[in-house]
């Protein structure tokens, strides 16, 4: 179970890189502070965001192979690293290879040599007059990120940028990750994604491979790049729509695409990133903020705790510059000077995060709806002997539902009473939930 850090909103980092000039901010170990929390919470992973040398908001990458220097430097994340380490805590990279930044060197000696540079053949260029009209001072029109000019797009189907991924990957996990997130995997061939797994996997057989895709064949995306997980984007909007709109009918249907994914793969589950508005502010009722959690805790899939969720941080990402500055805030020294309104929800995650761990099962476990109207929810989770029966319920009565096999309550807010032939009933309150150990179906 991951905790997600964006780290230069979470250190406070200045907005461009060259705004420290050239000097080296060790603020690496700002996030070390953070781990204890990471434990406490439940969790057993670090997943951070980006870290190397970038222009400004570190997805414009100018160099693979350096700590940005708003961040630290060789020395502290290798401490990082050992920190983590030594806690038992997994620490995931963010990795950004569809694109780089306009001044990364492989694209400066684009500008500077023309069609000659050795790294020509790393992008997908078009020059104004031909490639052997090239004079000094004329740039080539090239591929971007969805339009983002200052992103200039790689030519997957280079070698050369086969090489270089492969190189960076390989290159951190020795020094101690043990994992790497894909920048909008989507936007990168498979079979790119395919050679780069093998090719790593043949050097550090146990690295966890998850891709950024939003929308379309997951499972298919995952076989083909042979990645083991991709972001189940389809999940977490299922989650805040069906809240919002009292419509469980449309998490059900979400569910029964979850259960076939499982077939394949585990999906990566999360609530909230640093792309998206924070759920307490994506929500309409705060009441039903624990109704996410519980979700994210007792369903398949590997779950993310996006770092602030767990206080009940707000924040809307809005369609402009500087638009996820909301989502991406400074965190204090200490977990202590985190406002102690925070505090039942933190406790709410440990109490599920715990139900969690001692059930691992759910990992990988088969999720089936077992009733469902339009303001509840009764879904069970079963692989081999073990098995939980999940209730929820966002209608403003108190309900009873059923609850087949179910025995005994872990926790929440229902309580159980037989229905006889070996059946329960579980009564909720008033936007109440419950999770239920249950007898194999």
Same mark, same amino acid.
């Given at each position: 179970m991951w905790w997600h850090v964006y780290p230069l909103?979470?250190?406070?980092?200045?907005?461009?890189?060259?705004?420290?000039?050239?000097?080296?901010?060790?603020?690496?170990?700002?996030?070390?502070?953070?781990? =204890?929390?990471?434990?406490?919470?439940?969790?057993?992973?670090?997943?951070?965001?980006?870290?190397?040398? +970038?222009?400004? %908001?570190?997805?414009?990458?100018? =160099?693979?192979?350096?700590?940005?220097?708003?961040?630290?430097?060789?020395?502290?994340? =290798?401490?990082?690293?050992?920190?983590?380490?030594?806690?038992?805590?997994?620490?995931?990279?963010?990795?950004?290879? %569809? %694109?780089?930044?306009? +001044?990364?060197?492989?694209?400066?000696?684009?500008l500077e040599h023309g069609p000659s540079?050795?790294?020509?053949?790393?992008?997908?260029?078009?020059?104004?007059? #031909?490639?052997?009209?090239?004079?000094?001072g004329v740039e080539p029109d090239y591929d971007d990120f969805e339009g983002h000019r200052h992103l200039v797009a790689l030519d997957h189907s280079e070698p050369a940028v086969v090489d270089h991924v492969v190189d960076v990957m390989c290159h951190w996990l020795e020094r101690g990750a043990s994992g790497w997130r894909l920048d909008a995997a989507y936007a990168v061939p498979t079979e790119f994604w395919a050679q780069v797994a093998d090719r790593v996997r043949a050097r550090h057989v146990d690295v966890?491979?998850?891709?950024?895709?939003?929308?379309?064949?997951?499972?298919?995306?995952?076989?083909? #790049?042979?990645?083991?997980?991709?972001?189940?984007?389809? @999940?977490?909007?299922?989650?805040? $729509?069906s809240l919002n709109d009292a419509n469980m009918h449309e998490l059900a249907h979400a569910l029964g695409r979850h259960r076939e994914m499982l077939e394949t793969f585990v999906p990566y589950t999360f609530v909230g990133n640093h792309d998206v508005t924070r759920i307490a502010s994506r929500l309409d009722d705060p009441r039903h903020l624990v109704h996410s959690v519980v979700l994210l805790a007792t369903l398949p899939g590997t779950p993310s705790v996006y770092a602030g969720d767990e206080h009940g941080f707000v924040g809307i990402k809005e369609d402009r510059a500087g638009g996820d500055d909301a989502v991406r805030p400074v965190f204090p020294d200490r977990p202590a000077d985190l406002a102690a309104a925070g505090l039942p929800l933190f406790h709410r995650h440990q109490e599920l995060l715990s139900v969690r761990r001692r059930h691992a099962w759910l990992h990988a476990a088969d999720v089936r709806v077992e009733s469902v109207t339009n303001d509840t929810l009764v879904y069970s989770c079963t692989r081999e002997a073990?098995?939980?029966?999940?209730? @929820? $319920?966002?209608?403003? =009565?108190?309900?009873? @539902?059923?609850?087949?096999?179910?025995?005994?309550?872990?926790?929440?807010?229902?309580? @159980?009473?037989p229905a006889g032939a070996g059946g329960a009933l579980v009564a909720l309150p008033p936007h109440g939930w419950s999770v239920l150990s249950a007898r194999p179906a």
């Open positions: 909103g979470f250190v406070g980092a200045e907005r461009r890189a060259d705004a420290v000039g050239g000097a080296t901010r060790h603020r690496l170990a700002h996030i070390e502070g953070w781990l =204890d929390h990471l434990l406490r919470l439940g969790a057993s992973g670090l997943a951070l965001g980006p870290i190397f040398r +970038s222009e400004t %908001h570190g997805y414009d990458t100018v =160099d693979h192979f350096t700590i940005d220097p708003r961040l630290g430097d060789d020395a502290d994340v =290798d401490r990082l690293f050992a920190t983590a380490r030594a806690r038992g805590i997994r620490v995931m990279l963010d990795g950004v290879f %569809h %694109h780089v930044g306009r +001044s990364h060197p492989a694209f400066t000696a684009v540079a050795p790294t020509a053949s790393w992008f997908r260029l078009r020059w104004p007059q #031909g490639a052997g009209e090239w004079r000094p966890y491979l998850m891709g950024e895709v939003i929308h379309g064949d997951y499972a298919g995306f995952v076989q083909e #790049g042979r990645l083991d997980a991709v972001t189940q984007y389809e @999940l977490w909007k299922a989650v805040w $729509s073990e098995r939980i029966v999940v209730a @929820l $319920s966002v209608s403003p =009565d108190g309900v009873e @539902l059923r609850a087949p096999g179910a025995h005994a309550v872990i926790a929440g807010t229902g309580h @159980l009473r």
